[in-house]
């Protein structure tokens, strides 16, 4: 699903750049350029990092057992 229609760039893509370590709507912007138009997707991108940030609260600490 394209979620920036200004800068063609899609809810994957904007998954992958917080995987790959961005965690502000202004690190997004400045690697994939969410938000540097009308602006109107900065909200959904920013809903995006915080379920990203809920999740990993929840996640098993790597080395130990699940």
């Known amino acids: 699903m394209f979620v920036c229609v200004c800068n063609g760039i899609t809810e994957c893509q904007i998954r992958a750049a917080i995987e790959d370590g961005a ?3 202004q690190e ?3 690697r994939l350029g969410v ?3 009308c602006g109107c997707c900065s909200e959904f991108a920013a809903d ?3 379920a990203a940030r809920q999740s990993d609260t929840h996640a098993v600490p790597a080395g130990i057992p699940a």
Do not use: E, N
């Open 35 to 37: 938000a540097s138009g």
């Open 28 to 30: 997004l912007s400045a």
């Open 48 to 50: 995006l990092i915080s």
């Open 23 to 25: 965690s502000t709507v």
